[in-house]
């Protein structure tokens, strides 16, 4: 059975720093490609980051040089490195695991980050 579980999250003053994690069991974590999300209040879900079973990366523009993805494959963890938060990036963060060659994908229930002017 796959699970995706976050922890991390909680609140914090503008400009602080939070470091969001995802542990996934039940899949082979080196086949996944590996995603944060985040949908913030009345507003879609968008993707933060992503970071391939390599290490290769990708950050959506307004998270750029603010936050930073990562991988343990040996602990099969996903890391968000959030600083300089903003009150916009109050929203849940979500973990995703896309398959590299399956077509399938999985999320995780998600964690708060609340960001206080």
């Known amino acids: 059975q796959v699970q995706l579980v976050e922890s991390g999250g909680g609140l914090v003053q503008t400009g602080g720093s939070l470091r969001l994690s995802c542990a996934a069991s039940?899949?082979?974590?080196?086949?996944?490609?590996m995603d944060w999300h985040r949908q913030a209040p009345g507003k879609q879900r968008e993707l933060v980051a992503s970071?391939?079973?390599?290490?290769?990366?990708n950050h959506e523009a307004s998270v750029k040089g603010r936050f930073g993805i990562s991988r343990d494959n040996a602990k099969n963890t996903v890391y968000l490195q959030m600083n300089g938060l903003k009150p916009e990036d109050t929203a849940v963060y979500y973990c995703?695991?896309?398959?590299?060659?399956?077509?399938?994908?999985?999320w995780g229930p998600g964690t708060q980050v609340t960001v206080s002017s």
């Open positions: 995703n695991a896309r398959g590299v060659s399956m077509s399938v994908s999985y």
């Open positions: 039940g899949i082979t974590f080196g086949f996944y490609i």
């Open positions: 970071i391939t079973p390599d290490g290769t990366t």
